[in-house]
């Protein structure tokens, strides 16, 4: 595994910010299921214990649909979705990479993900949210 290195981020109103442990260089998921695509969500997932909320616990919403695996998580003041427990990984986190600040960010690449067909895809992106 690559070095990892600290990355920030959070939601607009800067309500709701964490922290990730990540590499430098970025493999950024781009999902085509019904609501990533809707809102332009770009996938950084990274293990539970290499994600820490820094504030905002008061300030999140959640909402669930279908199986209830997925929490997606909005700020209440700016309706941003910053991060998100997926189904495809739910022992993990998913950051919206729009919403990372890029200080530390060496490079990255946006990878196709067919997430209307996810069960299909999820094999390829579990490892994503191991240790």
């Given amino acids: 595994m690559s070095e990892l290195v600290k990355h920030r981020g959070g939601c607009h109103c800067k309500a709701v910010t964490w922290e990730i442990m990540a590499p430098a260089v970025l493999r950024v998921d781009e999902c085509d299921c019904s609501v990533c ?3 332009g969500y770009l996938h950084v997932i990274v293990p539970k214990s290499c994600f820490t909320l820094l504030t905002g616990a008061d300030s999140i919403s959640t909402y669930t649909f279908n199986t209830g695996v997925a929490q997606h998580y909005f700020c209440k003041t700016c309706g941003i979705k910053s ?49």
Avoid: Q
């Fill in 37 to 39: 695509d809707m809102i």
């Fill in 83 to 131: 991060h998100y427990v997926p189904r495809s990984n739910p022992d993990g986190f998913s950051v919206n990479f729009r919403c990372l600040d890029r200080a530390n960010v060496a490079d990255y690449k946006i990878v196709p993900c067919e997430g209307l067909t996810w069960e299909e895809i999820a094999a390829r992106v579990e490892h994503l949210s191991k240790e």
